[in-house]
């Protein structure tokens, strides 16, 4: 952890009453390392020095000659490690605009800030700043090979966690979903997105899901046994519906682990669109619908074909992505998208899960619009099997408590 006083801060305003307000409220902050500019020039010659590069950049988006986003694209040749906070008078869809462009350039950002800045905001970002270790470069994350994922796969180092999902309405757990985790042995516990875009590049996803499919459906059938009535969503790809013999495989899995069919939701991803030959893929999901297991187009809004694949597939639930969920209750642009795939669902006769619930807003705009069904970290984050009777006991204890569910 850094010091407020040894984080260099530079702030780029072209307002002098800006940079003056700015640095007064750092300076209350305990932050004195402060440096202003009212141009990006200015502001780019400071980064070029070792002695002058900031760990932090307080920059406003519309300055005259050279405005915030042009100066993010030099920053990116720089090869800049510090973070970023955009201030500005914008509004909020532009601030989200500039703030997705920040993060595909890879430039950490603490957030946004609205003109005139809350010093309570401020600080709740400073704080992130300082708790990690802005004196030293971001790491560069480890890159791996087809080989590794073989070696993954066949050794079993893939682990399954479950993220719940609980009724808005009641609070009751009413299933989990299936993620993946790739517990290396060197390098300690690997996210998905670390590995399987290299999976599907090299034709492992195949094996990597059957592999997640088999694990969960086993645990699916423990749970069962325990009587636990949870349903066990697993994610699969298009890739893994371009062979008849999928259905197959996932009916003997669930008759072998004596589980009802209704227990497993088969969840698509919808912007994986089918391709010309859309002939296997719809007649394993019908017949998968017709044995009574559930199927979910996951991520939705998200892809091109979204009322196609509604059409086409015979889905009997509907995941809101959590771009569409998350600070929804504070942001038009996002409640609009939220609204209408809700209602589509609705009209629809569709089960509706809520993704990415990270707060007690988000929680509140479900149950204000009728969700039927909440996934995030506000509820839990992705656990093993072991961890999930304690997690389900103090999530009771919550909804009792904290979301006083029973007493409405």
């Known amino acids: 952890m850094q010091e407020p006083a040894n984080i260099k801060i530079l702030i780029l305003d072209d307002d002098t009453f800006m940079l003056k307000l700015l640095t007064r409220m750092l300076a209350k902050l305990g932050y004195s390392a402060v440096m202003t500019c009212d141009n990006g020039s200015d502001a780019l010659r400071k980064i070029d020095q070792i002695d002058t590069r900031p760990d932090l950049i307080l920059l406003d988006l519309n300055m005259p000659d050279m405005d915030g ?3 993010v694209r030099y920053l990116v040749d720089r090869d800049y490690h510090g973070k970023l906070i955009l201030v500005s008078g914008e509004d909020e869809r532009m601030l989200r605009t500039a703030e997705k462009l920040v993060q595909a350039h890879k430039i950490p950002m603490l957030g946004y800030l609205h003109k005139p800045v809350d010093p309570d905001k401020l600080s709740e970002f400073l704080q992130k700043c300082t708790d990690s270790t802005a004196d030293s470069p971001l790491p560069v994350d480890k890159t791996y090979s087809a080989a590794d994922i073989q070696s993954a796969i066949t050794n ?3 682990v399954n966690y479950y993220q719940p999902k609980v009724s808005v309405v009641s609070g009751e757990v009413i299933g989990v979903e299936t993620l993946v985790r790739w517990h290396h042995p060197q390098d300690g516990i690997i996210t998905p ?4 875009h290299i999976a599907e590049a090299n034709n492992l996803i195949d094996d990597l899901t059957r592999l997640v499919l088999t694990q969960a459906i086993i645990q699916a059938g423990k749970w069962h046994q325990e009587g636990q009535t949870l349903r066990v969503s697993i994610n699969v790809t298009m890739d893994n519906l371009a062979s008849l013999d999928f259905q197959d495989m996932v009916v003997n899995l669930v008759n072998e682990n004596n589980l009802p069919p209704q227990k497993i939701v088969i969840e698509i991803t ?7 030959d859309a002939r296997v893929p719809l007649e394993i999901l019908t017949r998968l619908r017709l044995k009574r297991f559930h199927l979910s187009i996951d991520d939705f809004g998200t892809g091109h074909s979204s009322l196609a694949q509604l059409r086409d597939i015979p889905f009997n639930e509907l995941k809101i992505d959590q771009g569409f969920v998350h600070r929804a209750w504070q942001d038009d642009t996002l409640r609009a998208i939220y609204d209408a795939s809700l209602a589509m669902g609705k009209q629809l006769g569709m089960d ?6 990270e707060d007690r807003n988000d929680w509140e705009l479900l149950r204000q619009t009728g969700c039927d069904m909440a996934q995030g970290n506000f509820i839990s984050e992705p656990l093993l099997p072991a961890d999930l009777p304690i997690w389900q006991q103090a999530w009771h204890q919550r909804v009792l408590d904290e979301l006083k569910i029973d007493s409405e």
Do not use: D, H, P
């Not at 509706?352 to 619930?357: Q, T, Y």
């Open 270 to 276: 919808e912007s994986q669109v089918m391709g010309a």
């Open 352 to 357: 509706i899960v809520a993704e990415g619930v």
């Open 69 to 71: 986003i042009e100066f």
């Open 156 to 158: 079993q180092e893939l």
């Open 193 to 196: 997105n670390r590995f399987i």
